[in-house]
T-cell receptor, first 117, second 114 residues
Framework: GAVVSQHPSWVICKSGTSVKIECRSL??????MFWYRQFPKQSLMLMAT?????????EQGVEKDKFLINHASLTLSTLTVTSAHPEDSSFYIC?????????????FGSGTRLTVV | AQSVTQPDIHITVSEGASLELRCNYS??????LFWYVQSPGQGLQLLLK??????LVQGIKGFEAEFKRSQSSFNLRKPSVHWSDAAEYFC????????????FGAGTRLAVHP
């Protein structure tokens, strides 16, 4: 079945530094990828939608300059948290949309736990 | 506004008992409907989905869900729960007619007693 690899699974960084999270679709091409943020024991909040080769569409309230999303190929999207602060600590999950017909669907990565100290 | 409501934040059942997790949505038209399961620290796994047609949908791991248009509901059921079913369950909706962004409910945490 469709697999999405998200890396790293966890990362600790110092306040003020930047962190890049990768989301790769391993066995299918993903024209669209979604990035979510999940706080402890809460639901997933969509941050942005990225389409290959074009600028990401950010949800209201999400700082596009802080959360940089790049979707340069059909198998890779990256989320860079710039100048991270403790309040950016969260669980980030990507989702890739791929397949055709009955196989079309969303595949989620296993998530990245970001801790900013 | 589009929204998804999962009224039960936490449910505890005994192993072998039946289970029903509730999901209600608010949408202009019948949306695409999904149920996902998430184990701690993991991503989401699709249990089942409904787009149209038969309102009773069968999924993986013995789960099923029933779409009721009149109640704007898409409740998830399982006749006999296993200890391994303990996890967080999310209901989600997407705009009909294509795969678009999903709106997730708050989730229901399921605990299973032996």
């Amino acid at each position: 079945g469709a697999v999405v690899s998200q890396h790293p699974s966890w990362v600790i960084c110092k306040s003020g530094t930047s962190v890049k999270i990768e989301c790769r679709s391993l066995d299918f091409q993903a024209t669209t990828m979604f990035w979510y943020r999940q706080f402890p024991k809460q639901s997933l909040m969509l941050m942005a939608t990225s389409n290959e080769g074009s600028k990401a569409t950010y949800e209201q309230g999400v700082e596009k300059d802080k959360f940089l999303i790049n979707h340069a190929s059909l198998t890779l999207s990256t989320l860079t948290v710039t100048s991270a602060h403790p309040e950016d600590s969260s669980f980030y999950i990507c989702s890739a949309l791929g397949g055709t017909g009955v196989t079309r669907g969303y595949t989620f990565g296993s998530g990245t736990r970001l801790t900013v100290v | 506004a589009q929204s998804v409501t999962q009224p039960d934040i936490h449910i505890t059942v005994s192993e072998g008992a039946s289970l029903e997790l509730r999901c209600n949505y608010s949408y202009g038209a019948t949306p695409y409907l999904f149920w996902y399961v998430q184990s701690p620290g993991q991503g989401l796994q699709l249990l089942l989905k409904y787009f149209s047609g038969d309102t009773l949908v069968q999924g993986i791991k013995g789960f099923e869900a029933e779409f009721k248009r009149s109640q704007s509901s898409f409740n998830l059921r399982k006749p006999s729960v296993h200890w391994s079913d303990a996890a967080e369950y999310f209901c989600a909706v997407g705009a009909p007619g294509g795969y678009n962004k999903l709106i997730f409910g708050a989730g229901t945490r399921l605990a299973v007693h032996p």
